[in-house]
């Protein structure tokens, strides 16, 4: 298996996740360079040494016959960049590799795979797991496919699991997200209940730390929720993007749930009807106060 000092590699995408995703290649030696929709980001990223392309046709060049690296909003930006005109399946080679670390739909991923050398490979740790490159990586793809990716996907994250063919990475991100939304919103429930029951919401948490109700999200959101720190790591109008994918796949595969219903209700609530969808997703403790 070569390292990613031996790899050609375009990165396209650099915002909260994909930045330091792009580091870490640069860092490792890739020959890497990296293009993004906005000026800011790609300055950003030429100030810290990596290389920018001017255009997705100029990055295209670059990677093709090697790896590109997608880290982009949503499906449609996958599409777009990829497949739009002008796109870099206009000028890249039949062999590049195309690696989708965004949550994109499933549906839509099985198609691009159709087209492409294609490794589905969204993560998870948020904001503070891509610096640190310990993301856990969920991956679908054609085996050969993988084992190309891998380098590229061990300088980036920590857990790496390949889940099956292309589109299966996506599947087990969605199931990801419908546990994180909800237990957002069950975490919300539960600080707000004590804090209206006169009980210390700190003392809460650090008592429920110990028992079954402990997870990361207690955990990290939880205090963010008590000190109403909002800032965005994950936005919660992402939140809402992988919930919408949620429902329609579980629509496609026949899964009913009110459960999931009542979950996008609140997103949809607190993002298209309040208008908050700029907030860290732990801002839907919104709703309850």
Excluded at 14 to 31: D, V
Excluded at 48 to 65: N, P
Excluded at 117 to 127: E, F, I, K, L, M
Excluded at 214 to 238: A, K, N, Y
Aim: glycine letters at 12%; a negative charge.
């Amino acid at each position: 298996m070569p390292s990613v000092a031996q790899l050609t590699i375009g990165y396209a995408g650099l915002g909260n996740m994909g930045m330091p995703g792009a580091k870490h290649l640069y860092s490792a030696g890739a020959n890497l360079k990296v293009w993004n929709r906005s000026d800011a980001p790609a300055i950003e990223a030429q100030n810290a040494g990596l290389t920018r392309a001017e255009s997705l046709k100029e990055l295209a060049e670059h990677a093709t016959g090697g790896i590109v690296c997608l880290n982009l909003a949503n499906t449609q930006a996958v599409e777009s960049v990829v497949f739009g005109p002008g796109g870099l399946a206009q000028f890249c080679s039949p062999e590049t590799l195309f690696i989708d670390f965004g949550t994109s739909s499933v549906l839509s991923t099985k198609e691009f795979a159709k087209q492409r050398r294609w490794v589905d490979a969204p993560v998870s740790g948020g904001q503070l797991g891509a610096q640190a490159a310990s993301l856990s990586i969920m991956a679908g793809g054609d085996p050969e496919n993988f084992q190309q990716a891998l380098p590229v996907l061990e300088t980036v994250g920590k857990r790496i699991t390949h889940l099956g063919p292309p589109g299966s990475g996506q599947v087990a991100k969605l199931a990801n997200q419908l546990i994180v939304a909800q237990t957002i919103d069950a975490v919300a429930q539960a600080i707000r209940l004590a804090e209206l029951a006169g009980v210390d919401p700190k003392l809460l948490r650090d008592a429920l730390l110990g028992g079954f109700a402990e997870s990361r999200i207690l955990q990290l959101h939880g205090d963010r929720m008590i000190r109403r720190d909002f800032q965005p790591g994950g936005r919660s109008e992402l939140q809402l993007k992988d919930v919408r994918l949620i429902c329609e796949l579980a629509q496609n595969v026949g899964l009913k749930s009110e459960t999931l219903d009542h979950c996008r209700h609140q997103w949809e609530l607190l993002v298209d009807q309040l208008g908050l969808g700029q907030l860290d997703h732990s801002g839907l403790f919104k709703l309850y106060e």
